[in-house]
């Protein structure tokens, strides 16, 4: 069965920009408004004599864009404050300033996934590839050395006479007619066409069969698992060899790990003092070692000159200054008691300061002390 024709447009083609141009400001003129202009390369100031709309991709990136800030906000507030509430640092359940860097590229990413995605599948309306225009003799001219117009047979001035009298008046050197294909009104989505979904499906269970014999199978199989399973015992794991079943055992009784050696004089600072010296001789590096620890562990409390001038705008009650008589009488043993065992609400340093380091933070205390204390022979 053959079908009538149906009109798609006319077309005009011209020998030259100029006239191209001239013939476009008439044809909005008279007030057409689908229709369209093709030249081999770009023309300046087409899209001004044409009136075309700015582009309404902008749109759609400001309304995915909008809506990416506000999904990324709202997911993190319902996340992190109401979901699953973690207490950081003391900060608040909803803390804004965290959650910028994310809505900034949740906003990006669903802007630019939405805008590339409209382009395509809205504006160009992929997977439709075909267009009446496409294959005609007019393209093949307007894409090498003529120019043309095109004015659709939908638009709402269309009449034959008056585009074919339009066109006679701006001198067009040829006027053609251009007609939908039969097969293209016909043409249904190939997305839809049952081959193509068994195709999608096949892709599916391909894909996502190797995936799971991959990262569940292959991985355990020799020889993908020697560096999984190795001869060695975990921490945590259970054993076969001790018959309590455990993996990780005591140390043998009465034995002491190296650089482990206990404290002696726990909840005895006083013995502490009398009985403990200080074995790393005071130099250059004891002192930057000391000064070093000292700022990080001690300062945000004792100030940096160990003066009890606290960083920590009354979160933490002050220390005393630790250039008192006291303090500077005590010995190197009775603040080493201090630093491991804590003292009333100090905390102990043990954690973060190696035995070595606790000594060194003595060192540079000793000097800090006398630094405040100095005598005039220290000046000399
Ligand atoms: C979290 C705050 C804080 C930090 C950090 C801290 N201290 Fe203290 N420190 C205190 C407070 C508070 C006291 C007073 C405790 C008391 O009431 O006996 C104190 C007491 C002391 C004393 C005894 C002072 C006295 O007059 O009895 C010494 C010595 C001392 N600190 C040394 C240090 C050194 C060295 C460091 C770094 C390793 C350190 N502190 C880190 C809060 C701190």
Same mark, same amino acid.
């Given at each position: ?11 005009? @083609? ?5 006239? #191209?141009? &001239? ?20 023309? &300046? ?56 860097? #994310? ?62 009298? +339009? ?32 195709? +999608?499906?096949? #892709? ?13 199978k292959l991985m355990f199989m020799l020889p993908f698992n020697w560096m999984m399973e190795q001869p060695k ?29 206990p404290y002696q004089f726990k909840g005895q600072p006083d013995v502490a003092g009398e009985k403990l010296v ?17 700022? @990080?562990? $001690?300062?945000? $409390? ?20 630790? &250039? ?54 220290? +000046?000399?």
């Open positions: 069965m053959m079908r009538e024709k149906i009109l798609y447009s006319f077309t005009a @083609i011209f020998d030259s920009p100029d006239q #191209v141009s &001239h013939a476009t400001e008439k044809v909005v003129e008279q007030g057409y408004t689908k229709f369209d202009v093709h030249s081999p390369y770009p023309l &300046h100031g087409m899209d001004k004599a044409m009136k075309l709309p700015p582009s309404k991709l902008g749109y759609v990136a400001l309304v995915f864009g909008l809506s990416g800030t506000l999904g990324a906000l709202l997911s993190l507030w319902w996340v992190s404050a109401i979901d699953y509430p973690i207490l950081i640092g003391g900060k608040p359940l909803f803390s804004f300033p965290a959650y910028v860097p #994310v809505m900034f590229e949740v906003t990006v990413l669903s802007a630019s996934i939405a805008t590339v995605l409209a382009m395509l599948f809205f504006f160009f309306k992929l997977p439709n590839n075909a267009h009446p225009l496409h294959g005609s003799d007019y393209m093949k001219k307007v894409s090498a050395d003529k120019y043309g117009i095109s004015i659709q047979a939908d638009d709402p001035k269309f009449d034959e006479a008056s585009v074919r009298k +339009l066109f006679e008046s701006v001198h067009a050197k040829e006027i053609n007619s251009i007609y939908w294909d039969n097969e293209e009104l016909t043409h249904k989505h190939k997305i839809f066409e049952p081959k193509f979904l068994t195709f +999608l499906l096949i #892709v599916a269970i391909i894909s996502s069969g190797t995936t799971y014999f991959t990262l569940n015992q975990s921490a945590q794991q259970e054993s076969l060899f001790f018959s309590d079943g455990f993996g990780m055992r005591l140390p043998v009784a009465g034995t002491i790990a190296r650089g482990y050696l200080n074995p790393i001789p005071i130099s250059i590096e004891s002192l930057k070692l000391g000064q070093t620890k000292f700022d @990080i562990y $001690c300062s945000p $409390c004792h100030g940096y000159h160990a003066e009890g001038d606290s960083r920590l705008r009354g979160q933490f009650p002050n220390p005393p200054s630790l &250039h008192s008589e006291k303090i500077r009488k005590w010995s190197d043993g009775r603040i080493f008691a201090v630093l491991t065992d804590g003292q009333n609400i100090m905390p102990s340093y043990t954690t973060q300061l190696s035995v070595d380091e606790r000594w060194s933070v003595i060192n540079y205390l000793r000097a800090l002390q006398r630094a405040f204390n100095a005598k005039e022979s220290d +000046l000399q």
